[in-house]
């Protein structure tokens, strides 16, 4: 089983998806399973997990409607609002849903570098465990030491780093996203996702040697065991075809087992996200 951990569906909003901007403005059009599915059979994927882009449990709800529609959606990572007070209660309401397996919060987006490091916002991270619920960390470089200090306090939830936390490729930047990277990898409880690197590096002229040495990072730091394919489709599409971001990951892991391979391509991302289809 072939698994892409990382893409989104939207019906496109101007006044919801203002993230959009003018210079990503091939993205505002609607992106729906049946387009991304084609598109994942044609590279020899099975399935996905549908990651959140709006902060709402109205989105949970509408990726968890396509993952009813669609078996090639097997899981669902949505959102839910960590700095409720009365978050556990709303974790047992969602926990009846199969597919759903994490939540997520846009914490790059926040004013506060040390958002995820709230006492409320901690609060809610402590009640996802017992309701067998993943975290994804979706940060940039400069976030990373609060994250190592998030993953830290809590070594009974298991934590996955969305696109590498975003390094600085186009400005080729690597020293202290690479210290910090092997810092938070250093947490057994954090995987890392493959995923969002072509967007990182110039749109118009990347090439796979701009990725080579942040590749070389994550696959000493986390090793095979905890690293997962993830295409950030269609958000890929401001840089590279979904070919060529799959591309990109088969050409670097060449040379390693299949055993290895089968580990990044989907086991790793079906054993951290409980997947069963």
Known sequence: MRIDSHQHFWRYD????????????ALRRDFLPTELIQQMHARGIDRCVAVQVDQSETETQFLLNFADQHPEIAGVVGWINLLDEHV?????HFSAFKKLRGFRHIVQAEPDDRFMLREDFLNGISC???HNFTYDI?????????AGELVRRFPS????????????????????WARDIRA???????????????????????SAADLKPYLDVVFEAFG??????????????LAASYSQVKNVLEDYTRDLS????????????ARFYGLTT
């Open 14 to 25: 101007p006044g919801r998806d203002g993230w959009i901007s003018d210079e990503m403005a």
């Open 88 to 92: 556990d209660a709303r974790l047992g």
């Open 128 to 130: 996802l465990a017992r």
């Open 138 to 146: 979706l940060v940039y470089a400069r976030h990373l030491p609060a």
């Open 157 to 176: 939830q298991n934590f996955v780093l969305d696109h590498m936390a975003k390094p600085a490729i186009k400005a080729k930047d690597i020293g202290s």
């Open 184 to 206: 938070l990898a250093a947490s057994p409880n954090v995987h890392c996702k493959v995923s969002g690197l072509v967007t990182e590096a110039d749109w118009r002229s990347w």
């Open 224 to 237: 095979t065991d905890r690293l997962m394919f993830g295409s950030d489709w269609p958000v890929c599409l």
């Open 258 to 269: 299949a055993g290895e391979k089968e580990k990044i391509f989907g086991l790793n991302a």
